[in-house]
């Protein structure tokens, strides 16, 4: 008797179970954050460029694992791109200038300080949403939300003379700049199938892709833009500056 109660139990558990919603959300794209700078190999110097932790902010739809790859990656990059450059580097573990250690302050060259927002929303414009509910017995409804994810948001570099903590130069990348159009849709069928059942919901979810694919793009163009402006020209072009704050902060 207690083995068909359970089996009944279960059963039934299975039942509805089965009337759950069915939402598949589609994982094809991987994150892939590169980017492969084209400059040649300058010759090396003693002078270091010390990277702060970069201050990044994300909107919701971005998962965290994407946001903390995003911001390791473009140090990795930057990093690759000021060895390039002929410069040593140190990936520091700080954010703020004020944080830096005696010897960071006395013994580096120039400071990297990246910050902004990284921001993807759905295009007011063109993004549509269908709905409609089951109404008799056997019958079908819909919902979809269909549109296309646009970038937002901005990234900032700014050199640091580390001694004094001034700011000697920056720019700005406007992300909503940047051609970010990525179509996206989701999707769910419900169906009123009357007794026990009820209702019976499935459908599809590809905007989590749609963030990922996104974002490698933004990757790929932000780097393009911070390769294209960090030159050695660039650095060179602040060694009076630098030499001036160094003698007025001397340790």
Known sequence: MQLKTWLIGMAIITLFAGCGPNIITTNNVPLRL?????????????????????????????????????????????????NNRGYKTSILDVSDKDDLSFAQKKESYLGLKLSGEVVLRPDPKTT???????????????????????????IKVVFIEPSSGEAIDSFMIDLSELDIKQPFIRSSRSE???????????????????????LNKIFAEVMERIDTKVTRERIRSYARDIADLKAQHKY
């Not at 932790?53 to 919701?60: N, V």
């Not at 019976?200 to 996104?214: E, F, I, M, Q, R």
């Open 128 to 154: 549509e949403q269908k709905k409609s509910s089951p109404g008799l017995i056997f019958s079908t409804g819909m919902d979809v939300t269909k549109g296309v994810l646009l970038s937002m948001g901005y």
């Open 192 to 214: 009123h199938t009357g007794g026990l059942l009820g209702s019976l919901y499935k459908g599809k979810d590809d905007s989590n892709d749609a963030v990922k694919t996104s």
């Open 34 to 82: 590169a980017y492969q700078s084209k400059s040649p190999q300058a010759r090396a110097t003693n002078q270091e460029i010390i990277l702060l932790k970069p201050t990044l902010r994300y909107s919701d739809n971005i998962a965290k694992e994407y946001a903390n790859q995003f911001k390791k990656q473009i140090m990795l990059k930057i990093q690759a791109i000021l």
